[in-house]
């Protein structure tokens, strides 16, 4: 397994294509949810993912959280390949470039209400009230710097 590092910039077009399709097939299929995944912050974000023999197996992205200084935005966090550990490797890589590629003070996500618990396992304490995105219960949750 891969770890792989890299602002919109570096990736290749198969490195794009597997992103958008592994994206597609989780949050757009899986989920049964039509949304605009090409939201227009890829370009200012680092890819984060593993991989194996070229297949995609985890991805997350991390960019600023716009009108926030100093904070970072994970989303789009996602495994193919359930029950390795995989999910809890990528997001600790997500928070390591946040912190230190990035310099953020903090991490902002808007998870999921079911994975609640999995950023928690990671130090995400929530804030605020659930809300409906995409008719997809989510809760905001924020991780400071230590």
């Not at 939201?39 to 991805?59: F, P, S, T, V």
């Not at 809890?88 to 390591?96: M, P, T």
């Amino acid at each position: 397994m891969e770890l792989f590092i890299k602002p919109f910039s570096e990736l290749t077009n198969a490195e794009l294509y597997e992103i958008l399709k592994a994206r597609a097939e989780v949050f757009v299929v899986e989920q049964n949810c039509v949304y605009n995944d090409l939201d227009g912050k890829d370009e200012k974000a680092l890819h984060i993912w593993y991989a194996e023999k070229d297949a995609l197996c985890a991805y997350l992205r991390v960019c600023e959280k716009a009108g926030e200084e100093g904070v970072a935005h994970v989303g789009r966090v996602l495994t193919l390949r359930r029950k390795e550990g995989l999910g809890a490797a990528i997001l600790k890589e997500g928070i390591r470039a946040a912190f230190e590629r990035m310099g953020a003070k903090e991490i902002y996500i808007e998870a999921q209400t079911y994975a609640r618990g999995f950023y928690a396992r990671e130090g995400f304490e929530e804030y605020g009230e659930e809300f409906l995105e995409d008719g997809i219960p989510h809760i905001r949750m924020r991780l400071k710097r230590s």
